[in-house]
């Protein structure tokens, strides 16, 4: 008789579990689209703190920047609720970076912040190696500090090491790689980059970070004009994104870095000028992506995606110049605001 318990709108207390079923497997499956439908389909107050967190990170993969925002915050707190303070604070750095992503400086050092304290007293652990990649390695970066920088990566990376964690073991290789660049180490810089990818085309990394390694990586590669290097990894994240059923955050960064290699047809527009074109359309309003750890829509100098590649110069972005953003790079915006961000549009 338990099928015929009913709550609020009258559907069955079973078609709700059912529906959380398919959402967890759906999750499991990365198939966040059915999952973040079939968590629809369930009172948010039935959810338990990891099915919050997953939730909220479903819907970050479709862009529900909001919903989002909601769940997280949701999510943290239910982890609190739980004594749960090393998964509180993770929430919190989602939080953080997400409302930095979108310009409200405040809030997003407020949570990372929060996220500090959470981890007062807590054995070392992954989320520790998160965190000091928020306040050191990033903020390095956008201060014009590479040496700084570089030295907060390689304790990610150590960290990583010691627990056993590709996740930032490839972080830390790729902070340490892109500071290495703005301190003129080119060669040095984009070695450790490419040997940080090699866990991503492994799948050894979770989606959230590939995703954000990839724009990472392609953004550097165009910063020093390395074009053929920067093509072969738009082509894999291209490959990379064709495997999810639905990704429209990490989607939309690949299409709007990706240069083509064809040079500009006679009327002035690349392929990746058309592509830009069309990704915009599926831009939340607001200019604002929506990830799971913060972005926005940058523009580069007209967008990399609507200019023909350069050939290459041994010319390059001065030490602590501001620099441009391509993607949905979490770590990318943990900085002072330089200048207003602009949707990512043809010029």
Known sequence: MGSVLTVGGGQRVDEHMHSLTQAREAYAARDWATAALRFDAVPTGQLAAD?????????????????NLRLSAAACDAFLADSRPVEAAG??????????????????MGWIGRAGHLLEGVPVCPVHGLLLHLTGVEPSLQAGQ??????AARQVRDLGRRLGQPDLVAIGLNGEGRALI????????????????????DGEL???VSGTLYCHTITACHEVV?????????????????????????????????????????????????????????????STMPPRHGTSWPRRAGC????????????????????SRVGPCCSSWV???REPRRPCAPP
Do not use: K, N
Not at 94 to 108: I, Y
Not at 146 to 151: G, H, L, Q, R
Not at 306 to 317: G, K
């Open 51 to 67: 099915d919050l967190a997953d939730y909220a990170d479903a819907v970050w993969w479709l862009g529900r920047i909001e919903d």
């Open 182 to 201: 703005r301190s003129g180490h080119v060669i040095d810089g984009l070695r450790l980059l490419d040997e940080a990818m090699i866990a991503v085309l």
């Open 304 to 323: 990399a995606a609507t200019r023909a590649p350069q050939a290459p110069t041994t010319r390059r972005t001065p030490v602590g110049a501001t620099r």
């Open 206 to 208: 979770a989606p959230f």
């Open 226 to 286: 390395d074009v053929r290097r920067m093509a072969r990894w738009t082509d894999l994240a291209e490959r990379w994104l064709a495997t999810f059923p639905a990704a429209v955050a990490f989607g939309v960064c690949a299409r709007c870095t990706g240069l083509s290699s064809t040079s500009s047809t006679a009327g002035g527009t690349t392929p990746s000028a058309q592509r830009c074109r069309s990704c915009r359309t599926s831009m939340p309003t607001g």
């Open 146 to 151: 590479p040496a700084a920088a570089v030295d």
């Open 335 to 337: 900085a002072t605001p």
């Open 91 to 108: 929430a919190a750095l989602v939080l953080g970076v997400l409302h930095l992503a979108r310009g409200d400086e405040p809030q997003g």
